[in-house]
């Protein structure tokens, strides 16, 4: 049972223009989201996060959106840079208990 | 220094054999983790430590030993692995308490071979 889903595999989009990747969880008790860049051979490094509390965090060119009645999170890279290209995961935790969740991944391909 | 290393990086044994990962963190984190990832699948949570005293086992199979021996470093013994083991072993550490205790600080990640 995937609690975390990133329905898209993989995305495609020009440089200069907005990426955006989706992440939708099952379970409402989540009440912290985090995006992760992975690039190969590399661990996983953080992005951007957001609290259930808030629903839009930014930083520089990244934004997360966060809607809670649809269960859904977006992150929003604009303008998009060949530099971007790479797997995002979405990750989501319970309050306190250190037990992340992580989506299965969106591989972002940015064409300069 | 805002780095989690991780030793080796490639490490390839067979199923006899018994081995160790290492991970290090000097950023003052009280929170270590093991993680499993396979190939084109999310990372998987396995152990979580906490002020060096193990908080979380995923049910993970006793052939995986996790040790803290300080709050700088994470171990994972390897013993009498399969196969199927072969994958992506990260280490993550973070704050305990604080704003930020979420996020976590990924190492680089030892790619694990069982023959």
């Known amino acids: 049972d995937q609690q975390v889903k990133q329905n898209s595999p993989s995305l495609s989009v020009q440089e200069g223009r907005i990426s955006i990747l989706n992440c939708d969880y099952t379970n409402s008790m989540f009440d912290y989201f985090l995006w992760y860049k992975k690039y190969p051979a590399e661990g996983p490094t953080f992005l951007i996060s957001i609290s259930s509390i808030k629903d839009k965090n930014e930083d520089g060119r990244f934004t997360v959106f966060l809607n809670k009645s649809a269960k859904h999170l977006s992150l929003h890279i604009v303008p998009s840079q060949p530099g971007d290209s790479a797997v995002y995961f979405c990750?989501?935790?319970?309050?306190?208990?250190?037990?992340?969740?992580f989506g299965t991944g969106t591989r972002l391909k940015v064409l300069a | 220094d805002t780095e989690v290393t991780q030793t080796p990086k490639h490490l390839v044994m067979g199923m006899t054999n018994k081995k160790s990962l290492k991970c290090e963190q000097h950023?003052?984190?009280?929170?270590m983790y093991w993680y499993k990832q396979k190939a084109k699948k999310p990372p998987e949570l396995m152990f979580v430590y906490s002020y060096e005293k193990l908080s979380i086992n995923e049910s993970v199979p006793s052939r995986f030993s996790p040790e803290c021996p300080n709050s700088s470093l994470l171990n994972l013994h390897l013993h009498a692995l399969q196969p199927e083991d072969s994958a992506l072993y990260l280490c993550?550490?973070?704050?305990?308490?604080?704003?930020?205790?979420?996020?976590?600080?990924f190492g680089p990640g030892t790619r694990l071979t069982v023959l």
């Open positions: 990750a989501a935790d319970y309050s306190g208990t250190y037990k992340y969740i």
């Open positions: 950023m003052g984190h009280r929170a």
């Open positions: 993550a550490s973070s704050q305990v308490t604080g704003v930020n205790y979420n996020e976590q600080f």
